[in-house]
């Protein structure tokens, strides 16, 4: 997927095809998205902030991307207080999930989640064990997020490695929060 200004390129590569997605009616930046594959859909999905606005668009997951014509941007109802830092490489996809990272004005860090069967947003803000005053990113490995913490940028070095653990069933039953377990510190 290549993503301009404010349009989405998607690559087929196994039949050498290229598509656009629908252009927006007005010219809004692309300020953050993510893309991810529903395999119990069998859909494609991406969500996307333009200006102000979150939209979704879905398409059917074939050899074809003409199934694309048909699909247009939905508009998503945002209840997220703040912005949302997510680019290219800020957005994890994970057991049904899109996850941007926050920074509080404070410097500490919270989550935003996009859950992609039930159109709705969350924030995730993170216990006191999780410093102020660091750069995040999130990982999916093996099904499971993980948070990771550096404490200088120059060196790049490894601080630490959070675990979600229940995060998904905290969500879907409507609960705002989630405690990260510490699995090393280096």
């Known amino acids: 997927m290549l993503v301009e200004s404010n349009r989405f390129v998607v690559c087929n590569p196994s039949v050498r095809k290229i598509f656009g997605l629908p252009q927006r009616s007005y010219s809004k930046r692309v300020a953050a998205y993510g893309f991810c594959y529903l395999p119990s859909r069998n859909r494609h999905v991406i969500v996307a902030k333009f200006g102000d606005e979150w939209r979704i668009i879905t398409f059917l997951s074939t050899n074809n991307l003409e199934?694309?014509?048909?699909?247009?941007?939905?508009?998503?109802?945002?209840?997220?207080?703040g912005e949302t830092k997510g680019f290219v490489r800020g957005v994890v996809f994970s057991n049904g999930f899109l996850y941007w990272t926050r920074s509080l004005i404070d410097g500490c860090f919270c989550l935003h989640c996009f859950d992609l069967y039930e159109e709705k947003f969350f924030t995730v803000e993170c216990d006191n064990e999780i410093l102020c005053g660091y750069w995040y990113s999130v990982s999916?490995?093996?099904?499971?997020?993980?948070?990771?913490?550096?404490?200088?940028?120059?060196?790049?070095?490894?601080?630490?490695?959070?675990?979600?653990?229940?995060?998904?069933?905290?969500?879907?039953?409507?609960?705002?929060?989630?405690?990260?377990?510490c699995l090393s510190r280096i």
């Open 67 to 81: 199934t694309l014509l048909s699909s247009f941007w939905k508009p998503i109802k945002n209840n997220l207080a």
């Open 140 to 181: 999916d490995l093996k099904g499971d997020l993980h948070l990771m913490a550096w404490g200088n940028l120059s060196c790049i070095s490894l601080n630490t490695l959070w675990k979600t653990g229940s995060l998904m069933l905290q969500l879907r039953r409507g609960l705002n929060s989630a405690t990260f377990t």
